[in-house]
């Protein structure tokens, strides 16, 4: 949080200086305020939250200016005041964060600051001046957008290797607590996939409005065409442990090679994550997958063990879609399956209506998947 924090102290003062000594504001609180909401130490949509930022305060300030100077102040035009305010910036937009700021600026106008001759106009533009500022520190005093998303994504490469380990040696040890263990842990990794999305916004945007790293938006690309397919490969994993603790805790016959197949995607997302890193091609770890790929062949285990190399499969497009293949190109590495049309784990999660498996071609006869 250490970057994000040394922009909102520079910019804040820097705000504050502009608003009072150049623009000759006696209170510009709203500068600096403006500064420290569109910075925050979270990740992403900064240039969103500036217009939002502005434009809620531009409501709230005059919402607040024509109503108080017309009825006065006290309880119940506070209310009134609050309540058009917000009205209004939910009907412009129902964003939070201008919703949030057209109330909490009628509120000050209808109790600190009540309208005088141009007060209202000067804490509009104080709104803009901060977030100006804002942007101007997160372009010339940026964290560098690859190394944000270099250090975001390492948790979710991570993640998903360690599922993948985990699970084998659980198949291998026939470990029902090791497989549970692996799937909690598993389902723990949606926070990592959130802040590497976010981590990859606010890269792009770095990238957009700062000259020092302009020049670093391609570093961001591999990283981009990896996120959704990670997320599916994360999302696969979880079904896969799932199944593996119904395999384990009951008679199942599984394939003694599946844990070494397992471990090798492991290994294989590790090298994506390094080479990504690197910013060098992802050959090393595209050519790992494929070996995986090529190894697969269309022997039926029963019902819980081809659950779990349909899943497998499924891991295997996603990891080769994250090294850049296209979908019907990773499905075609695949040898086609026999797969009964009626197969399907009765105990998979739901996942949303419009999702698909994302290793079975559109017109292919192999099992439907869901993910968590």
């Given at each position: 949080m250490a970057p994000s924090i040394g922009q909102c102290a520079v910019g804040a003062a820097i705000a504050w200086l502009v608003a009072k000594d150049l623009l000759g504001h006696s209170r510009p609180f709203f500068a600096p305020i403006a500064v420290v909401i569109c910075i925050g130490v979270a990740l992403g949509q900064r240039m969103r939250r500036v217009v939002e930022l502005v434009v809620g305060v531009s409501l709230g300030v005059g919402v607040g200016d024509l109503l108080v100077s017309r009825i006065g102040s006290g309880a119940w035009q506070i209310a009134l005041v609050v309540a058009l305010a917000m009205g209004v910036a939910v009907l412009l937009d129902s964003g939070s964060l201008i919703v949030l700021q057209a109330g909490s600026s009628a509120v000050l106008v209808a109790t600190l600051l009540p309208p005088s001759g141009s007060g209202g106009f000067d804490r509009m533009v104080d709104a803009l001046v901060g977030g100006l500022m804002g942007l101007a520190a997160v372009a010339l005093l940026p964290t560098s957008p690859s190394a944000l998303a270099r250090r975001h994504a390492k948790g979710t490469f991570g993640a998903l290797a360690d599922a993948l380990r985990q699970i084998a040696e659980a198949i291998e040890n026939r470990d029902?607590?090791?497989?549970?263990?692996?799937?909690?842990?598993?389902?723990?990794?949606?926070?990592?996939?959130?802040?590497?999305?976010?981590?990859?916004?606010?890269?792009?945007?770095?990238?957009?409005?700062?000259?020092?790293?302009?020049?670093?938006?391609?570093?961001?690309?591999?990283?981009?065409?990896?996120?959704?397919?990670?997320?599916?490969?994360?999302?696969?994993?979880?079904?896969?442990?799932?199944?593996?603790?119904?395999?384990?805790?009951?008679?199942?016959?599984?394939?003694?090679?599946?844990?070494?197949?397992?471990?090798?995607?492991?290994?294989?997302?590790?090298?994506?994550?390094?080479?990504?890193?690197?910013?060098?091609?992802?050959?090393?770890?595209?050519?790992?997958?494929?070996?995986?790929?090529?190894?697969?062949?269309?022997?039926?285990?029963?019902?819980?063990?081809?659950?779990?190399?349909?899943?497998?499969?499924?891991?295997?497009?996603?990891?080769?879609?994250?090294?850049?293949?296209?979908?019907?190109?990773?499905?075609?590495?695949?040898?086609?399956?026999?797969?009964?049309?009626?197969?399907?784990?009765?105990?998979?999660?739901?996942?949303?209506?419009?999702?698909?498996?994302?290793?079975?071609?559109?017109?292919?006869?192999?099992?439907?998947?869901?993910?968590?």
């Open positions: 029902v607590r090791l497989a549970t263990d692996a799937l909690e842990e598993a389902r723990g990794s949606h926070k990592n996939v959130e802040e590497f999305r976010q981590a990859l916004e606010t890269g792009k945007e770095i990238a957009t409005i700062s000259p020092l790293h302009r020049h670093r938006r391609p570093s961001l690309e591999g990283y981009e065409q990896a996120a959704v397919p990670l997320d599916h490969a994360l999302r696969n994993a979880r079904v896969l442990a799932r199944r593996a603790i119904v395999a384990l805790d009951g008679p199942a016959t599984l394939p003694p090679w599946l844990p070494r197949e397992l471990r090798e995607l492991a290994d294989a997302t590790l090298m994506l994550r390094d080479d990504l890193a690197a910013e060098r091609s992802p050959e090393r770890a595209r050519r790992a997958i494929l070996a995986v790929a090529s190894r697969q062949g269309a022997e039926r285990w029963g019902f819980s063990a081809d659950v779990m190399i349909a899943q497998l499969r499924s891991i295997i497009v996603d990891l080769l879609q994250a090294t850049g293949i296209d979908r019907d190109e990773a499905v075609a590495t695949l040898p086609p399956l026999d797969v009964h049309p009626d197969d399907r784990s009765a105990d998979e999660e739901d996942e949303p209506p419009d999702s698909k498996d994302s290793s079975s071609p559109r017109k292919s006869t192999q099992r439907p998947t869901k993910r968590t």
